[in-house]
């Protein structure tokens, strides 16, 4: 299996603009969860998902983020608009029942 | 609810030196636990797990970690460093399926 697959690696885009960050999953895996990370504020869980059903998204900073799982093989967070504090590292992680999760590469957001 | 206190920011050693990073869990069912390891620009990599089996847990490169329920401390160790070993170490709890970090140790190993 290829790992879990973010893309896009890196994004700028500009302030007010809507972005969109998507992530496949390990094939299997039944759990899926959104994290950002940045330099003041570490890692943060922002959603997870079970069995493509939204479980907790109290991590969600904003009404401005929106995370959806429409198949047990894909799924995306968008940022609607977008602003010079989302910049940070987004992480998508994927992991089977009762074990550890495997992490994609993260996708890096910069918003000027 | 879950969560992780991970006691200090950044921890510096010799090269040959005992590496030690702590780690405090809270979880309201038997946890599990884990430690994950990143370097820079790079995802994080899991170094080793508690699924609540043998209490003693032995990852890759030499690090192991202990989970006292008594003291609900999941500590990472290491014998002797490596400066390859320099990077940022994170301790995570899942319970009820949510996967929680604590805020990561960044570890600075010097010749």
């Known amino acids: 299996d290829a790992g879990v697959i973010q893309s896009p690696r890196h994004e700028v885009t500009e302030m007010g603009q809507e972005v969109t960050l998507r992530c496949k999953p390990i094939?299997?895996?039944?759990?899926l969860f959104w994290y950002r990370q940045t330099m003041m504020r570490g890692l943060e869980l922002l959603i997870y998902?079970?069995?493509?059903?939204?479980?907790?998204d109290s991590g969600m900073p904003e009404d401005r983020f929106s995370a959806k799982m429409p198949n047990a093989s894909f799924s995306t967070l968008k940022i609607q608009p977008s602003e010079p504090r989302d910049s940070a590292v987004y992480f998508c992680?994927?992991?089977?029942?009762?074990?550890?999760?495997?992490f994609g590469q993260g996708t890096r957001l910069t918003v000027v | 609810a879950q969560s992780v206190t991970q006691l200090g920011s950044h921890v510096s050693v010799s090269e040959g030196a005992l590496v030690l990073l702590r780690c405090n869990y809270s979880?309201?069912?038997?946890?599990?636990l884990f430690w994950y390891v990143q370097y820079p620009n790079q995802g994080l990599q899991l170094l080793l797990k508690?699924?609540?089996?043998?209490?003693l847990v032995k990852g890759i490169n030499d690090f192991e970690a202990e989970f006292k329920k008594s003291e609900t401390s999941f500590h990472l160790t290491k014998p002797s460093a490596h400066m390859s070993d320099a990077a940022e170490y994170f301790c995570?709890?899942?319970?009820?399926?949510?996967?929680?970090f604590g805020t990561g140790t960044r570890l600075l190993v010097s010749p």
């Open positions: 508690y699924t609540s089996a043998a209490t």
């Open positions: 094939s299997g895996h039944n759990s």
């Open positions: 992680a994927s992991s089977p029942r009762d074990t550890e999760a495997f």
């Open positions: 979880s309201s069912v038997p946890p599990y």
């Open positions: 995570a709890v899942k319970g009820f399926q949510k996967l929680v």
């Open positions: 998902f079970n069995n493509n059903v939204p479980i907790d």
